[in-house]
């Protein structure tokens, strides 16, 4: 009767981390769709298999970890990757400032887009879902020092990515105001006569 008291307690616990397996996978792939798909196959796999589970402490890792296993196989079956410049932003704010934010969303998005795999895992999982380098080393299966190494890789391209970006349309402005020639006083048109 225990058991079953606890198993029911369990499936509860997974499906109360899909909002948060479903922001991971999503900052995975970036497509709302096979998010949700993945977020799915996950959770399916971890109900049907939670008898497995050794330590109960250890059921946050451990789905993550088959959400992991589901996002790698489906890495291996594809070949195309996900356009985000063709994503769309909700607007909630002023037109303005949801503007400003959409560009800063859309540019991390590029960014985290442009990274690796294995680092855009590794950061979702630190920086956007909180995650400790010794959960995400045992989500990932790789050691802790991996863990270490490849975010502080993935944050230096993300850095220098940023900086990039920010950079260019400065770069254009300037471009484009060294283009425009400087307004001179009325020019003089000489015209002649056929007459004279």
Known sequence: MATWFAQRRLRQQ?????????RMAYAWC??????DDLVQEAMMKALTRLKSLQDENAL??????????????WGRRQKDTVDVDNMELACEDCPEQQTERNRRVADVHQAMA??????????SLVDLEGFAY???????????????????????????????????PQDAAATESAA?????GPQLRVVR????
């Open 14 to 22: 997974v499906c109360d981390l899909r909002p948060q397996m479903y």
């Open 30 to 35: 970036h497509d709302a769709a096979l998010a």
């Open 60 to 73: 946050k890792s451990w789905v993550f970890r088959i959400m992991t296993n589901c996002y790698r196989d």
């Open 114 to 123: 442009r990274l690796s795999s294995d680092h855009r895992q590794v950061v």
């Open 134 to 168: 010794a959960e995400v080393s045992e989500v990932l299966d790789v050691p802790i020092g991996t863990v270490m190494s490849r975010l502080s890789r993935a944050r230096a391209q993300l850095k220098k990515q940023l900086l990039e970006q920010q950079q260019a």
């Open 180 to 184: 425009e020639p400087a307004e001179e």
């Open 193 to 196: 006569s056929q007459n004279g």
